[in-house]
């Protein structure tokens, strides 16, 4: 889906070191949602946001934090205290309202431990 | 909260043979159930969905039953193709702003 842009497309993290990532969409959509996919397990997901300035915690929140400060985008930080970072992770958005419309995914960023 | 369980993790086919992947969710309230196809390396995208006031539904080659008693939906994919190779997510939702569960995923070979 060309309307969702993360960047970069890999990512090398040093110990200690907090990195974002980038989620940008021009979809126009309101959700905006945060997964990590691990080999053999899906996708769980990190943090998701229903409208601007609000957010809510996945099933894998910790060691991890977002903003939403504007409506486009919804960076994700990784922090020194997630232990375990190397994934992949994809950024994804939808316009909900009363009908359940589908997630378009980004292309993802490949997060690796230097 | 709910919990989506999906088998087989892997599935190999012989081109033109059919392919089916089960799926079974845990919340009674859920109503949305879209399926996603993600070729190796590339992102998730969406092939089929249903809702909860259907109970099958087709694309060419591609169909999704839901039986509601039963909290189980299931892909159909027929005369399966080398480009069917892929893996494929089932998930489930309550809609609107609610999160979307989604399934361990299945790996789909398809053997010319």
């Known amino acids: 889906d060309g309307g969702i842009t993360q960047s970069p497309k890999y990512l090398f993290r040093k110990e200690g070191q907090n990195v974002t990532l980038s989620c940008e969409q021009n979809l126009n959509h309101d959700a905006m949602y945060w997964y990590r996919q691990d080999p053999g397990q899906g996708l769980r997901l990190i943090y998701y946001?229903?409208?601007?300035?609000?957010?809510q915690k996945g099933d894998i929140a910790e060691g991890y934090s977002v903003s939403r400060e504007k409506k486009e985008s919804f960076p994700l930080t990784v922090t020194s205290a997630q232990k375990n970072p190397t994934a992949f992770y994809l950024c994804?958005?939808?316009?909900?309202?009363?009908?359940?419309?589908?997630?378009?995914f980004g292309d993802g960023t490949r997060l690796s431990i230097l | 909260g709910e919990n989506v369980e999906q088998h087989p993790s892997t599935l190999s086919v012989q081109e033109g043979d059919s392919a089916v992947i089960k799926c079974t969710y845990s919340?009674?309230?859920?109503?949305?159930f879209p399926w996603y196809k993600q070729e190796l390396g590339k992102r998730p995208q969406l092939i089929i969905d249903?809702?909860?006031?259907?109970g099958e539904k087709k694309d060419q080659r591609i169909a999704v039953t839901l039986n509601k008693t039963a909290k189980h939906f299931s892909l159909h994919i027929t005369e399966t193709q080398p480009e069917d190779s892929a893996v494929y997510f089932c998930?489930?939702?309550?809609?609107?702003?609610?999160?979307?569960?989604f399934g361990t995923g299945t790996k789909l070979q398809v053997i010319p």
């Open positions: 998930a489930a939702s309550k809609g609107g702003y609610q999160k979307v569960t």
């Open positions: 919340d009674s309230a859920s109503n949305y």
């Open positions: 249903i809702r909860s006031n259907v």
């Open positions: 994804a958005s939808s316009s909900a309202g009363d009908s359940n419309q589908p997630q378009h």
């Open positions: 946001s229903q409208i601007v300035n609000d957010f």
